[in-house]
């Protein structure tokens, strides 16, 4: 009984100390004092010792999951009132200063804007920067295009307004993004998706959302040019057929700082009051 009794767990001890790469030892001599309960502690002080070791590095992470739960950052009222003149500064800019941006700093912004939550963890945001004259030059042909195309939806004052707005800074802009979603991607496995497959672009924005405020924090104006065809600006950036573009941005430093949106600042469209858009059920 005590040869059945210990076989099984020598090859336990075994298996323990190969996935932990600690050198397995000479079989052990059978023991008098073998009880079944003590099985595993008694065939090796060595094994003894690596699940005490176990032991502690168990306790360890439960430790360090409590201190991590323990040392959350407290906001206080001075930060929340930041938060509150960081959201109300970032404005979609489209008038920029001919001053060039690090590239090491939008890696940064990019970086803080991947921390964004997507559906299943899917992180399907993909970031092109546009550096190519060339390509540049075709897109800005685009929107003119675009542009024109979308001024004669409009008829007397309105139309002649919208002709004054200055609706992209592509011209100026020391830094040219293009934000794409990658609709096939497989990371995420699915959830979350097959109830509303939108929630792939979805997490996008919501990566471009962060992307402004991180952008404005650094000083960096960003504005976002909706006023182009999508399928032409993905193959002048000759991407994968898979990604569908979300959103092309200007970043670069502000030629001047509004607090106001260019929209209501021009007579376009003035904010309206929050207790406009809420509901109750």
């Keep these: 009984m005590r040869t059945a009794g210990l076989e099984p767990a020598w090859a336990c001890a075994r298996e323990i100390l190969s996935l932990l790469c600690i050198p397995i030892p000479p079989r052990p001599r059978l023991v008098k004092t073998y009880f079944s309960k003590n099985v595993y502690t008694r065939v090796s002080p060595l094994l ?8 502690m590095n168990n306790s360890t ?23 509150e003149n960081l959201i109300r ?40 920067k546009v550096k190519s004259k060339k390509r540049r030059t075709h897109i800005i042909e685009d929107f003119e295009a ?24 592509m011209q100026e802009a020391p830094i040219h993004l ?66 569908s573009l979300i959103a092309y941005l200007c970043l670069g430093y502000p030629e001047e700082e509004h607090i106001d949106p260019e929209l209501q600042r021009y007579g376009w469209q003035d904010r309206i009051d929050i207790s406009s858009f809420l509901l109750e059920r």
């Design 48 to 55: 003894t010792q690596v699940f005490t070791i176990m032991n």
């Design 61 to 83: 992470e439960k430790n360090n999951s409590k201190e991590t739960s323990q040392n959350a950052p407290v906001f206080d009222n001075d930060f929340r009132l930041n938060l």
């Design 89 to 128: 500064w970032r404005r979609d800019v489209r008038r920029f200063a001919p001053d060039p941006v690090d590239d090491k700093l939008i890696d940064e912004l990019l970086r803080l804007a991947a921390l964004a939550p997507s559906v299943g963890n899917s992180q399907p945001w993909r970031f092109v």
């Design 146 to 169: 675009c542009n024109a195309d979308a001024l004669a939806d409009y008829e007397g004052e309105r139309a002649k307004l919208y002709a004054s707005l200055k609706l992209s800074g």
């Design 178 to 243: 293009a934000v794409f979603c990658d609709e096939s991607t497989i990371d995420g496995h699915g959830i979350g998706q097959k109830t509303m497959p939108e929630m792939l672009p979805y997490s996008v924005v919501g990566a471009l959302g962060t992307l402004w405020l991180a952008a404005r924090a650094h000083g960096i104006g960003m504005g976002w040019v909706s006023i182009i065809n999508p399928k032409i600006v993905t193959k002048i950036l000759d991407v994968p057929k898979e990604w």
